[in-house]
């Protein structure tokens, strides 16, 4: 039997290494910059606004997201992807050349624009230029393209960052930038134009910033309580879930909340597993040095030991045709649910530290499985001009939950450091309510099968 070709087969190669290469710096970028902050704002003498540059990027980042989704299904994936590699760039150049740091935070919240349309128009062009059947294939090249940088990007950054300067983690990478993206260009020359218009999406600009806002409003508010300003920190809670509420409403499909079959089924549970993950993972070192002595290179190794199992995930879902997407969803998060329980069983009295690597290679696994596999679904169950956004909807679940899980799990931290709870607790219990969120997202899973899927398993 004739073996069909695979993603790097002569018709889609360009474009899978341009795919790669795009993501890899995305990725990179946004590993190095952690590296490279204290040398800047030390630099800049802004060690006051050390968390704006964060907040910056991840308000824009969703805009981006906001903006792109239509956008693409209007005009195809090369204009936003023009866009977004060059408003990326710019702001490569004003990090990396600012004074003040003003100008650094302006720069990441262009970086965060430019990551999000261009994210965006990749998912596009995975959706017009591959056959469904290489989609999964196509989707393991995104997260195997996280893996490298994670593997070396802290390392280079710091090199850069001691031996050249901090500012050359951001100069350095505008011209792998713009190489990455004439590859991607010139891939796109091929590309299918949309068969059909979408309605214009200008609304979608005003409600990705209000989301944005609504997270880091509520980011203020867990930090207003840990500081014993109750008062404040009802309103602000108030208002953050008011505008992330009143945002996501106009985002996120119709349904969302309440797991409707299909497409905002698959976007609520993205968001649910991004949550979970990005929160403990935000912890992992923290926990390891605190409770169990660990050096400082020793905690961040599960981080890597995570990447590699997120490889692996996600090259096993690009391979496995005979699981129903939504099984292997399934499975995927009871992966992680089992990570988590074990990560919480860590902080009892007396347990050891070690089996945290080969619990975050489980979670990393669960993760591989997972995302590309809510890409798929989403892309599977998505017309010609639905695409563009749809896929915009599942990034902005991901993004804004990853954001509300890492700051929840930091006002956690910071309840611990005021005494409130003891530490081991506060992560044991902060390991269980991420459990219980997988849990709950593998019992909602089944809802994200198309309706063939569910057909054929009945």
């Known amino acids: 039997m004739e073996r069909s070709p695979g993603v790097f087969a002569p018709q889609w190669r360009l474009t899978s290494i341009g795919i790669a290469v795009a993501i890899s710096l995305f990725a990179f970028e946004g590993l190095a910059v952690a590296t490279a902050m204290p040398s800047a704002v030390r630099d800049l003498d802004g060690l006051a606004f050390f968390g704006w540059p964060y907040s910056a990027f991840l308000v824009m980042n969703l805009v981006g997201l906001g903006v792109a989704g239509q956008w693409c299904d209007r005009v195809g994936p090369r204009r936003p992807l023009l866009t977004g590699i060059a408003v990326f760039t710019i702001g490569l150049l004003m990090a990396g050349s600012a004074t003040h740091m003003a100008v650094f935070v302006l720069g990441r919240g262009a ?87 979408s309605p214009g999406g200008s609304r979608k600009l005003l409600f990705a910033l209000l989301a944005g806002i609504g997270v880091v409003v509520l980011q203020s508010a867990g930090n207003a309580v840990v500081a014993g300003r109750t008062a404040l920190a009802v309103v602000l809670l108030g208002a953050g879930l008011v505008a992330l509420g009143a945002g996501l409403r106009e985002l996120l499909p119709r349904g969302s909340t309440r797991l409707r079959r299909g497409v905002p089924a698959v976007v609520a549970v993205r968001g649910l597993l991004a949550g979970a993950f990005y929160a403990i993972e935000s912890v992992v070192p923290l926990t390891l040095v605190t409770l169990h002595g660990f050096g400082t290179a020793a905690a961040g190794l599960p981080l890597l030991a995570g990447a590699i199992g997120w490889w692996a995930g996600a090259q096993v879902q690009g391979r496995v045709a005979t699981v129903a997407r939504s099984a292997l969803l399934r499975w995927g998060l009871v992966a992680l649910v089992c990570c988590f329980v074990g990560m919480a069983a860590l902080c009892l009295p007396g347990a050891p530290g070690w089996p945290v690597y080969l619990l975050w290679i489980v979670g990393g696994l669960g993760m591989g499985v997972c995302v590309p596999t809510t890409g798929v679904l989403v892309l599977d169950q998505s017309t010609e001009d639905e695409t563009g956004a749809n896929s915009s909807a599942l990034q902005i679940s991901d993004v804004t939950a990853a954001g509300l899980g890492t700051s929840g799990a930091g006002v956690l931290v910071s309840a611990t450091a005021a005494g409130s709870l003891g530490f081991g607790a506060g992560m044991g219990v902060l390991g269980l309510l991420a459990a219980a969120v997988c849990g709950a997202a593998a019992v909602g899973a089944a809802r994200t099968a198309p309706v063939r899927e569910r057909a054929a398993v009945g």
């Open 111 to 197: 970086q965060g624009i430019g990551v999000g349309l261009a994210s965006i128009a990749v998912f596009k062009i995975v959706a017009t230029a591959y056959p469904s059947h290489l989609r999964p294939k196509a989707l393991a090249i995104i997260s195997a393209a996280y893996v490298v940088p994670a593997l070396v990007g802290p390392v280079v950054a710091g090199t850069i960052t001691a031996h050249v300067g901090w500012r050359w983690v951001f100069l350095g990478l505008v011209p792998l930038v713009l190489g990455g993206g004439v590859t991607l260009i010139l891939a796109l020359r091929t590309s299918p134009a949309p068969s059909a218009a």
